[in-house]
């Protein structure tokens, strides 16, 4: 059975941090392409950043993240990472992560982070 289960959410003063991991199962962790994705109140889903399959020596972010999130993965716990820095009020929204090969997509259940004083 095919899981993604977020973790390390919750509520950060701005100008804080916090590491979501993202627990892969029953799949080949590494084929994949992971994406981190969030989802604010009222908006739209938007990419927040991917990792390529494999080594994931290749990382891509949205221009909203200007350097203060980092994505990585590590294959032998079969585990997806996204690291905060810098956390701002608009970075509030349910958080999931997304693995993709050409042939299949899977989807966590989200975790949320707020970000208030």
């Known amino acids: 059975q095919v899981q993604l289960v977020e973790s390390g959410g919750g509520l950060v003063q701005p100008g804080g941090s916090l590491r979501l991991s993202c627990a892969a199962s029953?799949?080949?962790?590494?084929?994949?392409?992971m994406t981190w994705y969030r989802q604010a109140p009222g908006k739209e889903r938007e990419l927040v950043a991917t990792i390529s399959s494999y080594r994931g020596t290749t990382t891509s972010y949205a221009d909203s993240i200007e350097g203060r999130f980092t994505i990585s993965r590590d294959n032998t716990k079969n585990t997806l990472y996204l690291q905060m820095n810098s956390l701002k009020p608009e970075d509030t929204a349910v958080y999931y992560c997304?693995?993709?090969?050409?042939?299949?997509?899977?989807w966590g259940q989200g975790t949320q982070v707020t970000v208030s004083s």
């Open positions: 997304n693995a993709r090969t050409l042939r299949n997509d899977y």
């Open positions: 029953g799949f080949t962790f590494s084929a994949y392409v």
